[in-house]
């Protein structure tokens, strides 16, 4: 278990409003990614981090940013909620890109 | 652009009966394949993955298939158990680049 946790676990809020979610690790991995689920869709990535202050684009990274500041935390910011952002959001970890990821329990969001 | 693909939602099996889980992709170009089970409320959790230079990785009551020539590979839990019962994910990834995910399969296993 990579130690991996995640906040808030639910969350509410309306639209047009700022939303940060919050990931942190304890194993010291390299990588840091946010992924959203959604039915139909699987989990697919909205950003990834290969290190402090490097991040990249994932497959659906439009209405997203992210930041990382330091080795263990992970920050994914909705900068205006819609309501299209509604799903499960989870953070995962890995060693390296292409190999298995460690995933945190989800953060649902509900945007209204 | 979905380049895996989990073609079933849903299998329900008999419990200690074998559970095929099915996987398609499309990009060739990818090396590594992986499974992940999900129960609700949890985050995935890698169960067994494969390389592309093997055709077959067994763990235990797992073991996965991989057809290159189909683009297909499988998931096998013999015997399946009740506690197996959990949404599968098929993941895929080319060398250093992302992973890409099917879109589940719910696995359900009656006693």
């Known amino acids: 278990d990579a130690g991996i946790t995640q906040s808030p676990r639910h969350k509410v809020t309306e639209t047009g409003t700022p939303v940060t979610l919050r990931c942190h690790q304890t194993?010291?991995?390299?990588?840091m990614y946010w992924y959203r689920q959604d039915p139909g869709h699987g989990l697919r990535l909205i950003h990834y981090?290969?290190?402090?202050?490097?991040?990249d684009k994932g497959e659906v990274s439009d209405g997203y940013s992210v930041s990382r500041s330091k080795t263990e935390d992970f920050l994914l910011t909705l900068e205006s909620a819609t309501s299209s952002q509604t799903s499960v959001y989870f953070c995962?970890?890995?060693?390296?890109?292409?190999?298995?990821?460690?995933f945190g329990q989800g953060t649902r969001l509900t945007v209204v | 652009d979905q380049q895996v693909k989990q073609n079933s939602p849903s299998l329900s099996v008999q419990e200690g009966r074998i559970s095929i889980l099915n996987c398609d992709y499309t990009?060739?170009?990818?090396?590594?394949f992986l499974w992940y089970k999900k129960y609700p409320a949890e985050g995935p959790t890698f169960l067994i993955s494969?390389?592309?230079?093997?055709d077959k990785n067994e763990d235990g009551r797992f073991t996965v298939f991989l057809n290159k020539s189909a683009k297909h590979l499988s998931l096998h839990i013999v015997p399946s158990q009740p506690g197996d019962s959990a949404v599968y994910f098929c993941?895929?990834?080319?060398?250093?680049?992302?992973?890409?995910f099917g879109a589940g399969t719910r696995l359900t296993v009656k006693p």
């Open positions: 981090s290969y290190g402090v202050k490097d991040t």
């Open positions: 993941a895929a990834s080319v060398e250093n680049n992302d992973m890409r």
């Open positions: 995962a970890t890995g060693r390296d890109r292409d190999t298995e990821a460690f």
């Open positions: 194993e010291n991995h390299r990588y």
């Open positions: 494969i390389s592309s230079i093997k």
């Open positions: 990009n060739s170009m990818f090396d590594y």
